[in-house]
């Protein structure tokens, strides 16, 4: 099993929609947790950090769930500028490790 | 502040021949990386550097090499390049710490024929 998994898509979703994405992780002992986002041709960057109680930021909701080692993005009244690709990644020890991503297309 | 900063950002090599990708961070950052971004096979870590001084290897190592030259510069060399190692890579850095966040640098397009 892969340290962390993510549905690769493409999530095809109309403007205003709300689109969620979940990604798996298999190591436990996993102590932090993040969502990039990467335009094509372009380096990843930090959508948010994502903590044990679940945070929000504007129209974006992360979730952690250590129980069934998970984490989650909800992405609400989406724009067609939310349109990238989108990486959850987990700190284990001194590295870390990335899914290979969920593309996400927001359709007019 | 620039952030961290690769060169060059296109190469094309031949089969055989080697170079070294640099990387530069401008942030103080203690831990700098290394990973290599293929379609479909997501962001692969080559090698890391959790502080200066220290390098160990990721998920890909073989066929590189890395110099951890000061707190700012982590360079990767590639001894012979092959066909394979044609990818984008992409240098990162972060403040040591259970939060820290990861900076990217623009990447490396390299083409091996």
């Known amino acids: 099993r892969k340290e962390v998994e993510q549905d690769p898509g493409p999530f095809n979703v109309p403007e205003g929609a709300t689109v969620a994405f979940n990604c798996t992780y298999s190591n436990s002992a996993s102590q932090s947790f993040f969502w990039y986002r990467q335009d094509c041709r372009k380096e990843p960057k930090l959508l948010m950090s994502?903590?044990?109680s679940g945070n929000e930021d504007g129209r974006f909701t992360a979730q952690l769930n250590r129980a069934s080692q998970y984490i989650s993005l909800l992405i609400r009244d989406s724009k067609l500028s939310d349109s990238a690709t989108y990486l959850c990644a987990v700190r284990l020890d001194d590295k870390i490790i990335f899914g290979k991503g969920t593309r996400l297309h927001i359709l007019p | 502040n620039a952030g961290v900063t690769q060169t060059p950002k296109f190469q094309v090599l031949k089969t055989g021949q080697s170079m070294t990708l640099q990387c530069a961070q401008d942030?103080?950052?203690?831990?700098m990386y290394w990973y290599r971004q293929d379609p479909g096979m997501g962001l692969r870590l080559i090698y890391y550097s959790a502080s200066e001084g220290t390098t160990d290897k990721g998920e890909v190592p073989n066929g590189y090499n890395v110099s951890r030259l000061n707190k700012r510069e982590f360079s990767l060399r590639l001894e012979s390049a092959a066909p394979s190692q044609t990818s984008v890579y992409f240098c990162?850095?972060?403040?040591?710490?259970?939060?820290?966040?990861?900076?990217f640098g623009p990447g490396t397009r390299l083409t091996v024929l």
């Open positions: 994502v903590y044990s």
């Open positions: 942030m103080n950052h203690n831990s």
């Open positions: 990162a850095s972060s403040e040591a710490g259970s939060l820290d966040t990861q900076y």
